[in-house]
């Protein structure tokens, strides 16, 4: 079994570490456990005013991305191998918009599973913003488990 597990360090991927360790998973199951960072598109008010240099901004902020991301998967790893030693389980930090770079990961991949964490955004959010579970959850090829954090829902 290949799954993909889909982590942005909030309440919400937290509990879909902590429910797909509750699974009995087959013996030779392989886990991609992801973090997707968003590239910033626009330059803040703050940046000019401090006459920061661009290319300083965005290697700052790629590094930061890049660190956090790692430390996401890496606590994520190895809470799943503490449960389960049998799993393989590799990890990837790459930057684009979550949904996309999610589902060509698991297509790419061949994954029979994405495991991803709900937002839990309202009705108007989901509306404005979009929900990157809900997208996954019609656009797969394979099954999606979209994990809730029952003290935030």
Known sequence: MKIVLALDGSDFSKAAVEQL??????PSTEICIINVYEFPTAIG??????GGSLNNYYEEFISGAQKLGEKIVSEASDNLKNLNKTLTITTSVVSGLPKNAILEKAEDWDADLIVVGSQGQGALSRLLLGSVSQYLATHAKCSVMIARDKNNS
């Open 45 to 50: 008010p703050e940046l000019m005013a401090t």
């Open 21 to 26: 360790n509750r699974i009995t998973l087959p």
